[in-house]
């Protein structure tokens, strides 16, 4: 808590009213008074925080989302140097995903400017079921997240395991054919996971065991972009 206690309320109210919550639900989820829970879910709402549903429950409301797309995105500001410091320190193309549901999101890269290499463009969907960048992505998170994926995944429950315990991920050949990568996670200030760095390139290079080469430098890649 921050101290400011109308403030304090407020975020309590927005974050219980995430799935959607009718007066009673917002009273029960947050021990405030009948009064003041209604009074600070009224002015939220007046401010576009809150809105309403067809039910009549208070959910998130547009403003929110207005804020959050006009702030400054700090990791994808923070991960352009960082990938291009992987870029030039592996000789490979250097990338960050984050996930989306079933598929991860390639939201900044750095490529080789010559020779041999795997592109992957910035706003390039890839599938959440291979690669190393996706093991990353499932390894820290809930079973009931993984095991509805895991019948249509190229690794196993095995090796997210043995991802979490060496803190990196390896690939070959497991999205496509000639490829291999190294992935290493982004956590932010609490610990979780939130994205993976990675580095691609042709097996010819990277070899059958590319994070013997590549797994040291991906990881203090993805060190120096956590808790941003």
Same mark, same amino acid.
């Given at each position: 808590?921050?101290?400011?206690?109308? +403030?304090? #309320?407020?975020?309590?109210?927005?974050?219980?009213?995430?799935?959607?919550?009718?007066?009673?639900?917002?009273?029960?989820?947050?021990? +405030?008074?009948?009064?003041?829970?209604? /009074?600070?879910?009224?002015?939220?709402?007046?401010?576009?925080?809150?809105?309403?549903?067809? %039910?009549?429950?208070?959910? *998130?409301?547009?403003?929110?989302?207005?804020?959050?797309?006009?702030?400054?995105?700090?990791?994808?500001?923070?991960?352009?140097?960082?990938?291009?410091?992987? $870029?030039?320190?592996?000789?490979?193309?250097?990338?960050?995903?984050?996930?989306?549901?079933?598929?991860?999101?390639?939201?900044?890269?750095?490529? @080789?400017?010559?020779?041999?290499?795997?592109?992957? *463009?910035?706003?390039?969907?890839?599938?959440?079921?291979?690669?190393?960048?996706?093991?990353?992505?499932?390894?820290?998170? *809930? *079973?009931?997240?993984?095991?509805?994926?895991?019948? @249509?995944? #190229?690794?196993?429950?095995?090796?997210?395991?043995?991802? $979490?315990?060496?803190?990196?991920?390896?690939?070959?050949?497991?999205?496509?054919?000639?490829?291999?990568?190294?992935?290493?996670?982004? /956590?932010?200030?609490?610990? @979780?996971?939130?994205?993976?760095?990675?580095?691609?390139?042709?097996?010819?290079? +990277?070899? /059958? $065991?590319?994070?013997?080469?590549?797994?040291?430098?991906?990881?203090?890649?993805? %060190?120096?972009?956590?808790?941003?």
């Amino acid at each position: 808590m921050s101290g400011v206690g109308v +403030l304090d #309320k407020a975020i309590v109210i927005l974050e219980a009213c995430v799935d959607g919550a009718s007066l009673a639900e917002l009273v029960d989820r947050t021990k +405030l008074p009948r009064a003041t829970a209604h /009074r600070l879910a009224q002015a939220l709402e007046t401010h576009r925080m809150l809105v309403r549903d067809q %039910q009549g429950r208070w959910r *998130p409301g547009p403003r929110l989302g207005e804020l959050a797309n006009s702030a400054p995105d700090v990791l994808l500001t923070a991960a352009d140097p960082v990938l291009t410091a992987l $870029r030039d320190q592996t000789g490979e193309s250097a990338q960050m995903y984050l996930r989306r549901a079933d598929e991860r999101l390639c939201v900044a890269a750095a490529e @080789r400017a010559s020779g041999l290499r795997d592109t992957v *463009p910035v706003g390039s969907v890839l599938p959440m079921t291979a690669g190393s960048a996706a093991q990353i992505l499932l390894a820290w998170e *809930p *079973p009931e997240a993984v095991l509805p994926l895991l019948p @249509r995944c #190229k690794f196993t429950a095995r090796t997210l395991a043995e991802v $979490r315990r060496r803190g990196w991920a390896q690939s070959v050949a497991e999205r496509e054919a000639g490829v291999a990568s190294v992935s290493a996670p982004v /956590r932010d200030r609490t610990g @979780r996971v939130i994205a993976a760095v990675s580095v691609s390139g042709p097996i010819e290079r +990277l070899g /059958r $065991r590319p994070g013997d080469r590549h797994a040291m430098a991906v990881v203090r890649g993805g %060190q120096r972009l956590s808790g941003l």
